[in-house]
């Protein structure tokens, strides 16, 4: 969704015999400003909600698929998401449970995100590589799953690495990507808001909340099935809901209070057809961190879910 200039142009949009929509020029792209946000609660007719969630806003970076590499712009140093990770170092390659090694999605340079990572999340130099199976099914519902993903920092790319060269690339196909800084909120189901949003505005606020982000870092997921802090909460921890559920009230409110310390780093949604990746059965994948694990740029616990 973006809002334009003469966002308050409305169009008048019926949706059933009880209620209209002011939804005006909101077509594309995403949110920027608080402002954007406030105009649209306002064009969904649900503004007093606006003050309630509005503090709960966070900034994420959309990942937006740019050129083909090839050997005439071949660059080792930049973003890429698909094909080989240049400047990784192979001898730290990943492997699942069978010892087969994991598939490389994304490789960040974290320099080249400073500009739209508004409240500088990540560190300011050095490379993040993302890495998943897609062999298994990993849905990240049990601690065995740590296995099928990984993200790895290196500070530096690695000279003696043999795909450091274009001459060793051929398949799959990676690109190289460009960013774009943009707001969001939180799903309705998310925990952070839980009890705020009422059934009567649960399609209004759906509509507003949703980022429709393919690819994105930080920012709140774009789900598929619903929130997952207290899903990334208990199966890192080698838990699952019939122990939660066994738990007096008390212990199971202390653990969804843990479970908002998870974050989104990560999502990846497997509908773009330039990539020779499909993760999830065509689902997508969100990949959490812990905000003070984040701080400390540790990303040896972080967990993945995967939803379709």
Not at 9 to 38: A, M
Not at 40 to 49: E, G, R, T, W
Not at 106 to 122: A, Q, S, T, W
Request: negative net charge; aromatic residues 14%.
């Amino acid at each position: 969704m973006r809002i334009i200039k003469d966002f308050f142009k409305w169009i008048q949009l019926r949706i059933d015999s009880n209620k209209t929509y002011k939804i005006g020029y909101i077509l594309e792209g995403h949110p920027k400003t608080k402002s954007d946000y406030e105009k649209l609660f306002a064009a969904f007719n649900i503004k007093d909600l606006f003050n309630d969630i509005i503090p709960f806003v966070r900034s994420g970076i959309q990942i937006k698929i740019g050129e083909l590499i090839t050997q005439q712009n071949f660059s080792a140093h930049n973003s890429q998401i698909g094909g080989l990770p240049f400047g990784f170092d192979v001898v730290k390659w990943p492997v699942d449970r069978s010892g087969e090694k994991l598939t490389f999605l994304l490789k960040i340079c974290l320099e080249e995100i400073i500009p739209y990572d508004i409240n500088g999340e990540f560190k300011k130099s050095g490379y993040l590589f993302f890495f998943h199976s897609l062999n298994d099914e990993n849905w990240g519902y049990s601690q065995d799953d740590k296995k099928l993903f990984k993200v790895i920092f290196q500070e530096d790319l690695c000279n003696s690495s043999k795909i450091t060269k274009y001459e060793n690339f051929c398949k799959p196909r990676g690109y190289y990507v460009n960013f774009e800084q943009y707001l969001s909120i939180p799903e309705e189901s998310d925990l952070l808001i839980e009890g705020l949003v009422n059934d009567d505005v649960i399609d209004e606020y759906s509509e507003v909340s949703r980022d429709s982000i393919l690819f994105g870092l930080l920012g709140y997921p774009d789900s598929i099935q619903g929130t997952m802090q207290l899903d990334c909460e208990l199966y890192s921890n080698g838990a699952d809901y019939d122990i939660y559920n066994s738990l007096s009230e008390l212990d199971r409110e202390i653990i969804k209070k843990k479970s908002l310390e998870w974050k989104l780093l990560f999502q990846f949604f497997s509908d773009d057809e330039k990539l020779d990746i499909e993760i999830g059965n065509g689902g997508a994948g969100y990949y959490f961190i812990k905000e003070t694990d984040l701080i400390n740029n540790n990303f040896e616990d972080v967990w993945c879910i995967l939803q379709h």
